[in-house]
């Protein structure tokens, strides 16, 4: 079992940033990667960034160079930085993490762009 806590959205102005955490605990050695999806009303949930265990990232092509994601082992702790935000980044943001088994997610967290 892995347990996922999201913390640190909430509401920005265009242009603000913020930054998401998610706290894995439990079975934490067995997970391959974590990540972070987004959905918006109306809309599929999609991936937004992933970091492996070894540190590799990926970013989907709409918030690469504005988001970071980064990890801090010692906390098991995952963070997104979310810079230059943007009305359409309004959504709720879910933790995801892999094993090999099956897959976690947090409760979401919800991100709102507006002026």
């Known amino acids: 079992q892995v347990q996922l806590v999201e913390s640190g959205g909430g509401l920005v102005q265009p242009g603000g940033s913020l930054r998401l955490s998610c706290a894995a605990s439990g079975i934490i050695f067995s997970i391959s990667s974590m990540g972070w999806y987004r959905q918006a009303p109306g809309k599929q949930r999609e991936l937004v960034a992933a970091?492996?265990?070894?540190?590799?990232?990926s970013y989907s092509g709409s918030v690469k160079g504005r988001f970071t994601i980064s990890r801090d082992n010692a906390k098991n702790t995952v963070y997104l930085q979310m810079n230059s935000l943007k009305s359409e980044d309004t959504a709720v943001y879910y933790c995801?993490?892999?094993?090999?088994?099956?897959?976690?997610w947090g409760q979401g967290t919800q991100v709102t762009v507006s002026s």
């Open positions: 970091i492996t265990r070894a540190g590799s990232t």
């Open positions: 995801h993490a892999e094993l090999p088994a099956r897959a976690y």
